[in-house]
């Protein structure tokens, strides 16, 4: 079946390291999106990127970085200057320029 | 700046107890308003698009409509299964400083008691 793989399901981040989250898509999208997910909060947008090795800044970018090398794969990394990563983070594509999103089952990110 | 408000936060019901949910948005231009469920520690799943005023899409015991400035999510008679956090996003037409992107709600948490 078609869909999205996000992992691990739970991370644990040190003081001053950095993580990688992964999300791997056998859609066939070309969009894809990260989104940050706090307790009465709406999701919020980091990263997306629309074509493979591009990728643009959402609203709450600082502290993260993406690479978009293949089209299915969109990994995020919460570097150490992110200050308050905990999180449930959830990847998303879409074919482009069109909607809905779909989204993958999240990884949710603590501090050790 | 687009904007979705969900109302209520939480809402419990007994089964087979009707109700609806609202979210409220301004946005330049409506390019589609977006229906999502979520369940505990996982992703959301789509359920609708509505994309003009007077649209309705119905889905088992879930029907959405959508006015001008808001849309409504009825669960009729609903059913245990039916708990989850039900989350509102819109699209705004695409400018040179907007693609596009998605404005999300907070969500109204459903709890359905049997």
């Known amino acids: 079946d078609g869909g999205i793989t996000q992992s691990p399901k739970y991370l644990f981040r040190k003081e001053g390291q950095n993580v990688t989250l992964s999300c791997e898509q056998n859609?066939?999208?070309?969009?894809m999106y990260w989104y940050r997910q706090d307790p009465g909060q709406g999701l919020r947008l980091i990263y997306y990127s629309q074509i493979v090795n591009d990728f643009q800044k959402g609203d709450i970018a600082e502290g993260y970085s993406v690479s978009r090398e293949k089209k299915e794969s969109f990994p995020l990394t919460v570097t150490s200057a992110q200050k308050n990563p905990t999180a449930f983070y959830l990847c998303?594509?879409?074919?482009?320029?069109?909607?809905?999103?779909?989204f993958g089952d999240g990884t949710r990110l603590s501090i050790l | 700046e687009d904007q979705v408000t969900q109302s209520p936060e939480a809402l419990r019901l007994q089964e087979g107890e009707s109700s609806s949910l609202n979210c409220s948005y301004t946005v330049s231009g409506l390019r589609g308003l977006f229906w999502y469920r979520q369940d505990p520690g996982k992703g959301p799943e789509f359920l609708f698009t509505?994309?003009?005023a007077g649209e309705e899409k119905e889905k088992e015991r879930l029907k959405a409509t959508l006015t001008k400035k808001e849309s409504f999510l009825h669960i009729t008679a609903p059913k245990p299964e039916d708990s989850a956090t039900y989350l509102c996003?819109?699209?705004?037409?695409?400018?040179?400083?907007?693609?596009?992107?998605?404005?999300f709600g907070a969500g109204t948490q459903v709890v359905v008691t049997p």
């Open positions: 859609l066939n999208h070309d969009a």
């Open positions: 509505l994309y003009s």
């Open positions: 996003a819109v699209q705004g037409l695409m400018t040179t400083d907007s693609w596009g992107k998605l404005q």
């Open positions: 998303a594509s879409s074919i482009l320029g069109q909607q809905p999103q779909h």
